[in-house]
């Protein structure tokens, strides 16, 4: 692995907390609240940092990793191609969890595909920026 890499990574990642942190106080903590508050054996009352910095490690390692093999030049290309990396992702998450509970609804998945779309983009521009400043 290159530094190109680890530099990506690192502003990948503090991008991703940044951002994470904002949507999750206003958006996603308030839900998880009404999610507990209504099935308090099966929603935590407050996420696992463990597994989220793993999980956000994994979709920030991948996204490193895939932008310039995919030969992404342009800020405008690479924070489409963050959005819409984004929203799959968990897009296949959350409507895993409509399929098999009654917790997560079509409201919250949309509303979590939007946000994704905002932070995949903006973390698009992010490491493409650094990757052709730190090349």
């Known amino acids: 692995m290159n530094k190109q890499f680890f530099i990506s990574l690192f502003f990948a990642l503090a991008t991703f907390i940044i951002l994470g942190g904002v949507f999750a106080n206003f958006v996603f903590l308030p839900e ?8 308090p054996e099966a929603v935590r009352e407050a996420p696992d940092f463990v ?8 979709q920030l390692i991948a996204f490193v ?3 310039p093999k995919l030969q992404i030049a342009s800020g405008s290309g690479a924070a489409m191609f963050g ?3 984004s ?3 968990w897009l296949i998450v959350d ?5 098999v509970t009654h917790i997560v609804s079509y409201e919250y998945v949309l ?10 983009a903006i973390l698009g521009v992010v490491v493409s920026w650094s990757q052709k400043r730190f090349a």
């Open 111 to 120: 509303k979590d595909a939007l946000l994704s779309a905002v932070m995949g």
């Open 32 to 39: 998880f609240e009404i999610w507990h508050d209504a099935y």
């Open 87 to 89: 929203v799959i992702i």
């Open 51 to 58: 597994s989220g910095l793993v999980l956000a490690l994994l």
């Open 83 to 85: 959005a819409v990396y």
């Open 65 to 67: 990793v895939l932008l």
């Open 95 to 99: 409507l895993q969890m409509v399929s």
